[in-house]
Each structure stands twice: as structure tokens, then as C-alpha cells.
């Protein structure tokens, strides 16, 4: 079973900067499988990246996604307040569990 | 826009059954698509319990495959998850989602439905 690690734990940055979050899977993926959400307290997740670099119906430019392997990471070009969340990326396996998530990474406003 | 709600009992014995439902609007549970259940214990992360499709085929987490079912209502056009011999453990907002458009990842999330297990 493939594990994912997210990092940092918390990021906390301004609007306007520049986020980058990480997540490293236990061995090789492919990448079409590697997918980002955030979600907001209260909320279901909401897919932002798909096959690790397609952003999904609706998601803002300044959203991206990039990797191979086992190392993956979500870049926000400049922060809207409305960024501040918590993400996660998840790996779809080709036999269960079907969906395997990373532990997060809250992005607050520091 | 496919609408997914979940419903059921939001307290739970433990060693007793939990058992959702997901109704879908705007959408065909028949379409040829994965319907899974995710749940999200209070301010942890998420984890996937299971999967059905249209045909009725199923999967589960190797971690709950002994206690967890899943099955399709096609004349009501929803789905529904059993969790048998609950714990505190169980104690999570349960999501019924669907799978995106693209594959391999999740675009339909219902809102959510806090499940306790407590006595």
C-alpha cells in the first residue's frame, strides 16, 4: 500500500506570496494517479489537480501541480485570502483501497 | 451537476451497525461510474472505505473489508454503506463521493454526515 507524507504539517504565509506544498509517496507512482484537494472547515474537499498537473473544471490559474515518482508538489502563485485551507493529495491505486490521502497541509495566514 | 446527499442516524451504539445512504440527483447511480464512501474522523485526514458500480461490483479497504458493505438502490437511485461491530474509532463525518470525470480522483463530494459512535 502506498503511504503519502505531506509537508510541511502548517504553512503559514501572506496573501500574495507564494505557496508550495509537498507530498512524497513510500515508492514510485505514475503520476496520472496523483491528485490535490482543499477543503475549508466545514466542507467537503474539492478536487484542484488531477493526474498531477491538470487543473480541474473551474480551479483558478494560479493553482499548479507538478512531480513524477515520488515526489509531487502544489504551487499557489499568489495567495487569495480565500486560499487559506487545509490540502491534501491522494493516490488512486489499480486495486484497493482505491484512494489512499496524504495527512494534509494546513496553509494559514500569518 | 451531480448532487450527492448522505442521510442516516448520526449516533450509533457501539457494537451496533451503521448504515448511511446516499441519494443522487442531477445524475444516474446506473451511469458507468465508481461510487465510493470516504470518512473523516473530527480533525483528522481522510480515508477511504469502499467503492460500488453500476453493475453492483464492489471494493473495500483491506483494513474494513470485514465489517463493511455496500450496495446500489437503482430504483431509488442511491447507494448505501453498512459498517457492522462499530467502536469510537468509527466516530467520523462520512462522505459519499463519486469519481471524477477525468478518473482517478474524486469530483462530486456530498456534504457530509457526522456519524458518533457512543453509548
Redesign the interface.
Known amino acids: 500500500?502506498i503511504v503519502l507524507t505531506q509537508s510541511p504539517g502548517t504553512l503559514s504565509l501572506s496573501p500574495g506570496e507564494r505557496a508550495t506544498l509537498s507530498c512524497r509517496a513510500s515508492q514510485s507512482v505514475s503520476s496520472?494517479?496523483v491528485?490535490w484537494?482543499q477543503q475549508k472547515p466545514g466542507?467537503?474537499?474539492?478536487?484542484l489537480i488531477?493526474?498531477a498537473s491538470?487543473r480541474?473544471t473551474g480551479i483558478a490559474d494560479r493553482f499548479s501541480g507538478s512531480g513524477s515518482g515520488t515526489d509531487f508538489t502544489l504551487t499557489i502563485s499568489r495567495l487569495e485570502p480565500e486560499d487559506f485551507a487545509v490540502y491534501?493529495c491522494?493516490h488512486?491505486g489499480t486495486?484497493?483501497?482505491?484512494?489512499?490521502?496524504?495527512?494534509?497541509t494546513k496553509l494559514q495566514i500569518k | 451537476q451531480v448532487q450527492l446527499q448522505e442521510s442516516g442516524p448520526g449516533l450509533v451504539k457501539p457494537s451496533g451497525t451503521l448504515s448511511l445512504t446516499c441519494a443522487v440527483s442531477s445524475g444516474s447511480i446506473s451511469s458507468p461510474k465508481w461510487w465510493s464512501w470516504v470518512r473523516q474522523p473530527p480533525g483528522k485526514g481522510l480515508e477511504w472505505i469502499g467503492e460500488i458500480y453500476h453493475t453492483g461490483n464492489t471494493n473495500y479497504s483491506p483494513s474494513l473489508r470485514s465489517r463493511v458493505s455496500i450496495s446500489l438502490d437503482k430504483s431509488k437511485n442511491q447507494f448505501s454503506l453498512m459498517l457492522t461491530s462499530v467502536t469510537a474509532a468509527d466516530t467520523a463525518v462520512y462522505y459519499c463521493v463519486r469519481e471524477s470525470t477525468y478518473g482517478s480522483s474524486i469530483d462530486y463530494w456530498g456534504q457530509g454526515t457526522l456519524v458518533t459512535v457512543s453509548s
Open positions: 500500500e496520472r494517479y491528485a484537494y466542507q467537503a474537499p474539492r478536487l488531477y493526474g491538470n480541474a491534501y491522494q488512486y486495486s484497493p483501497p482505491r484512494y489512499t490521502f496524504g495527512q494534509g
